[in-house]
């Protein structure tokens, strides 16, 4: 996947512009909140996820603007595509000239691999941020699962609402059945797609830690449902009714799983050091964008979102070594490291226009 051409207007603090990104490295530097991360955010928007800054729509659009237009251009294996969101109180795409029913309709059309700081943590920080990588890497390989998250995530909503209400109203208890029902359901299809990703992508992590650490580790992952799994989310989920009628929340199922990293059999998160827990984040980006590519046969675009200047020079190269050959969008405050690697295209981004362009 190659972008060749991006239009911004009314987004965030971007300055209106139209700029063409090279095939290799693009470099877009500059002070800290100049507008380097929003370009790349407005990027990543096509691949049809929500922002990997977890904002919410109202916040893309410029402070005095009513609605945001970003638009592509973009070469998949097969042609040269087009496509527009318009962000307005509601997220709207157009691709080649057909609009979508919704932005996530995007997603498979469009596809990124976005690697930001936040992430160089994934191992020590709570389970979210895990569960976001998986649902993320599988939504791009699935785009029905996309559908089935938000199914779950609709009814979780629900089956908590009515975890309050049913203290003050027994009949709802048959209300409760029903949801559970279908909760249940699309929790264990979650939980079988994501176990599945895991299974397939871990021979493919091994390889790349195995660079990473010159063949001293080996990395694997492991599943930690939040039940029993040979009882199952149905029968957990009835079990622990009660409680959760106690509680008012819902205490098992795919929202409160976890996935274990290990290195030689060890957890990562226990044991591991600080530059063990990053080169895991590392190479399970690279993993992401491995499998992607495996699965859909499009290479993905690789955004590194602020993340060079937290590594070690060795697993820069590292980095750069393995996304040769694809089209790369890095932002960084001081660009001297990646600039000698790169043949590319360099943008220096100041108050949220493009002032340089080498
Ligand atoms: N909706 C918005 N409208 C206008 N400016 C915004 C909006 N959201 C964020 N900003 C501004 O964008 C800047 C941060 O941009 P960012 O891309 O994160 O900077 P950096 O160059 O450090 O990556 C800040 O000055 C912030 O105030
Ligand atoms: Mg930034």
């Known amino acids: 996947m190659r972008v060749s051409e991006v239009g911004i207007k ?5 300055c209106e512009t139209v700029f063409e990104p090279c095939d ?7 002070e800290n909140a100049q507008g380097k991360t929003n370009i790349v955010e407005a990027i990543w928007l096509f691949s049809g996820m929500k922002s990997f800054r977890g904002a919410k729509d109202s916040e893309l659009i410029g402070y005095n603007e009513s609605f945001a237009k970003l638009n592509i251009k973009f070469f998949n294996s097969v042609r040269e595509n087009k496509a527009e969101i318009i962000v307005s109180n509601k997220r709207n795409a157009v691709l080649n000239g057909v ?23 994934v191992v020590e920080n709570g389970p979210a941020e895990r569960r976001k990588f998986i649902d993320t890497a599988v939504c791009q390989i699935k785009p029905s699962y996309a559908a089935l998250l ?3 995530s609709k009814l979780l909503k629900q089956r908590n609402s009515l975890l309050r209400d049913v203290m003050f109203d027994s009949s709802l208890l048959d209300v409760l059945d029903v949801i559970d029902e279908k909760m249940t359901a699309a929790g264990e299809k979650i ?11 871990e021979p493919a992590a091994k390889k790349i830690f195995e660079g990473l650490s010159s063949g001293k580790e080996e990395i694997g992952f492991l599943y930690k449902s939040s039940y029993d799994e040979g009882q199952g989310l149905k029968a957990a989920v009835k079990e622990n009714r009660k409680n959760d009628i106690i509680n008012k929340v819902t205490s098992a199922g795919p929202h409160r799983d976890d996935i274990e990293i290990f290195l030689n059999g060890n957890s990562v998160k226990s044991f ?8 895991c984040a590392v190479a399970l980006k690279l993993t992401e964008a491995h ?10 675009v690789i955004i590194l979102d602020d993340v060079m200047s937290e590594l070690d020079a060795g697993r820069q190269d590292f980095i750069l070594n393995h996304i040769k050959n694809r089209q790369v969008f890095i932002t960084c405050c001081d660009p001297s490291p990646v600039f000698g690697a790169s043949g590319g295209k360099k943008f220096e981004i100041q108050n949220g226009k493009i002032i340089k362009c080498i």
């Open 10 to 14: 009314g987004f965030r603090n971007v």
């Open 24 to 30: 290799e490295i693009n470099i877009f530097y500059g």
């Open 99 to 121: 609009k979508l029913h919704s932005c996530a309709a995007l997603i498979g059309k469009f596809s990124a691999v976005v690697f930001s700081p936040s992430f160089l943590s």
């Open 150 to 152: 938000s199914e779950y």
């Open 191 to 201: 939980a079988q797609e994501r176990k599945k990703y895991l299974f397939e992508c």
């Open 272 to 279: 591991g050091s600080q530059g063990q827990k990053r080169s």
């Open 291 to 300: 499998i992607l590519k495996e699965k859909t046969g499009e290479q993905p």
